[in-house]
């Protein structure tokens, strides 16, 4: 709808409005984006519209718009189909979509283990991890990388005292590039040990076995090993036997060879690969003296007045003590205040004396032990009856028997009111008769019987009456003249008399007669 006039000079002809038609072209806009090529950050990033440039010196938002919303990212990639489109004001021409390639990169790190550390027998902590070379992106976590493996080297699990290298793996997260570090370590330290001993007998006696426990415990918190390894134990300081292997944490050592004395005992744990030795506090083991006893025997408990003996003492040693004993042996007749009967040395446990000098009747025979510096003393006793010979000949006659007048088979029958010598001796062992004074303790009627038939067969003695029995030096035998006449107890004719005559052997003589 454009139009034209002319408007002539005065010699010229003016020309009407004539139509004609114009046309003014869009302009094509110059415009710069800038795709970009950053490292994982976390955040958002959009392709940069560097400029917009019109003609005659527009530029911006008076030659038009650029939508760069297609190439806003935020993880990591190479977006090659990004693109950017451009819309003119009324004076441009649109471009249309335009492809450019923005890049993302992953972000560099290198990851490592946490060292740790733990005492043997507990349990291993967590293993962790931390960036050692880069960083996170500030929205992100370690989380944000997965979950990583962890073993350890030279074995795995880790299980013995020593240095293991841990090493990380398994992580994965394409926003980042990730690198291993793997000098992160584990250390797994001695656990400390403690060390009790005990003794199987306290008190014990001499040479009674004693056995010495040792028990080693693990003591660490938390830690629940049991050690392994060797104890030593020491009696009074000096080392005892070789080292001995534990076994479930027990060891122990045996002797019976203890001296009677106080001793100080301990143990020492050298320790092993897991565990710190100790010592353990030092135990007192007393030793006492063992108890004895002393077997007495007679190589003849029955025996002859003057008769030598033998007399052997045995010593004993009481259990649990052990051993033989040294020392001395003293016999004592009856008590050991009395009569000394000999002593000696022991010899291989024993001790042995020889002696006739036990007088008649019945007597105890005492050993005494005197002990040593290992044993204690002790006594012991025997029973010893020493008697007269009886039967054989004695100072002419039958011995430990009436004598004439008085038949032995009991017949003789003396008249009445007359004395009868009552006569009879004793003897040694070496055919002595012995005259002793308290060889006769008792004499007496013990029974009676009538017999009127009997008849006086014996002569009449009118030998001075004695009262009691005497020593008859010259007929080496013991009398006793006693007399019927006056008698208050031989008083009636017609009676057989039963009488026993007690000696100081504790035997006794029976006789009879008749009295008419």
């Not at 398994?170 to 990730?178: A, H, Q």
């Not at 000096?238 to 479930?248: D, E, H, K, Q």
């Amino acid at each position: 709808s454009d139009s034209w006039s002319f408007t002539g000079t005065a010699n010229y002809n003016n020309i009407a409005a004539t139509t004609i038609t114009d046309t003014i072209a869009k302009a094509n806009a110059v415009v710069v984006v800038a795709p970009y090529s950053v490292t994982y950050d976390g955040h958002a990033h959009t392709a940069t519209v560097t400029s917009i440039t019109g003609v005659n010196g527009e530029t911006g938002a008076t030659v038009g718009t650029v939508d760069v919303s297609n190439t806003t990212h935020t993880n990591a990639s190479t977006y090659s189909s990004d693109s950017w489109s451009f819309t003119g004001t009324a004076n441009y021409n649109n471009i249309a979509a335009t492809t450019i390639t923005d890049t993302i990169n992953p972000r560099p790190m290198t990851v490592k283990a946490n060292s740790i550390s733990r005492v043997f027998g507990t349990s291993t902590p967590a293993f962790s991890i931390y960036v050692s070379v880069g960083s996170l992106a500030s929205s992100d976590t370690l989380a944000s990388l997965g979950t990583p493996t962890f073993t350890t080297s030279p074995t795995n699990p880790a299980v013995n005292v020593g240095g293991y290298t841990i090493t990380v793996s398994g992580l994965g997260n394409s926003n980042y590039s990730i690198a291993y570090d793997n000098t992160g370590t584990l250390t797994i330290t001695q656990a400390s040990s403690a060390t009790v001993v005990v003794s199987s007998a306290a008190p014990s006696v001499f040479g009674q076995p004693v056995t010495f426990t040792s028990t080693v415990s693990d003591v660490s918190p938390g830690s629940t090993g049991t050690p392994t390894g060797s104890v030593q134990f020491y009696i009074d300081g000096n080392p005892f036997g070789s080292a001995v292997s534990l076994s479930g944490g027990n060891a122990s050592a045996s002797t019976s060879a203890l001296s009677v004395a106080t001793h100080n005992v301990y143990a020492v744990y050298a320790g092993d690969l897991n565990f710190i030795g100790s010592t353990a506090a030092t135990i007192s083991q007393v030793v006492n003296k063992a108890a004895t006893t002393v077997t007495v025997t007679s190589s003849s408990p029955t025996s002859i007045l003057n008769q030598a003996v033998t007399y052997k003492a045995a010593i004993a040693v009481v259990s649990p003590g052990a051993g033989t004993p040294t020392g001395t042996v003293t016999f004592y007749l009856d008590s050991t205040s009395g009569t000394v009967l000999g002593s000696g040395t022991v010899s291989a446990g024993s001790f042995s004396i020889t002696s006739s000098a036990v007088p008649v009747n019945s007597h105890t025979i005492i050993a005494v032990y005197s002990g040593d510096g290992s044993f204690l003393s002790s006594q012991g006793q025997t029973a010893q009856l020493v008697q007269y010979v009886t039967g054989g000949m004695c100072a002419g006659d039958v011995g430990h028997a009436i004598r004439q007048p008085i038949n032995a088979n009991g017949s003789s029958v003396f008249k009445m009111g007359s004395t009868v010598p009552t006569k009879f001796a004793v003897c040694d062992t070496n055919g002595v008769s012995i005259g002793t004074p308290g060889v006769v303790i008792g004499y007496g009627l013990v029974a009676a019987a009538s017999s009127p038939s009997i008849t006086v067969d014996e002569d009449v003695y009118s030998t001075t009456p004695d009262t009691a029995f005497r020593w008859d030096s010259t007929g080496q035998q013991w009398i006793f003249n006693q007399s019927t006449k006056n008698n208050g107890t031989l008083n009636k004719t017609g009676v057989i008399y039963f009488f026993t005559i007690n000696l100081n052997d504790g035997t006794s003589i029976f006789f009879q007669y008749g009295l008419k």
